[in-house]
């Protein structure tokens, strides 16, 4: 079996972005679980505004394509007035199904202030809309102007939380969702 393909999307323009500090965690802790690893970082992709009439160009295309090609993909975002930025709406609303359907998502969202849970269910919705598996784990960090010191996260909670994302999507993304899946029961009787 080939390696997982995991990619994280960050979201945030920035410099010393505490999103992209948190992904570089969970990519880490991806590749520690077998994956080859890419951040696709929009501050320096810089996709222009979404704009349904114009033509793609040659930086909508690649992303588009990287997207594509990746098993999992994790959404990293700073939450802007109770949601996700616009930078990766922008990005989103590039893709669809094509670069979505039964990849594996991760969602993580950096908060200044202390709510990040209605950015996340954004994200979630979107995921589903095109037809995403979103993994139960997420990643919500509050206050994240404290959470870190340097490029490492200052709790081990959520030092912990952003590994286990990183392996969560790795875990799921070597799975083929279209195969059916054994259980078993224990305690059923005949």
Known sequence: MSRPDVVAISGSRREGSYTR???????DAAAEGGADTELLDLREIDLPAFDP???????????????????????????????????LKDALDYCGKDEFEDTTVGLLATAGGGSYASTLDHLRVVVRSVHGQSVPVQVGI??????????????????????????EVT????????????RSVEGTHD
Not at 56 to 78: I, M, Y
Not at 171 to 182: G, I, K, M, S, W
């Open 53 to 87: 009439d114009a033509e793609e160009g040659e930086a909508v295309t690649a992303f588009k394509e990287r997207v594509r090609r990746a098993d999992g993909v994790v959404l990293g975002t700073p939450v802007y007035h109770g949601s996700y930025a616009s930078t």
């Open 21 to 27: 500090r948190a992904l570089a965690v969970t990519l």
């Open 142 to 167: 509050r206050g994240a102007y404290d959470a870190f010191d340097g490029d490492e996260p200052t709790d081990e909670d959520i030092a912990e939380r952003l590994r286990e994302l990183g392996r």
């Open 171 to 182: 875990r799921y993304a070597a799975v083929d969702p279209t195969l059916p899946v054994e």
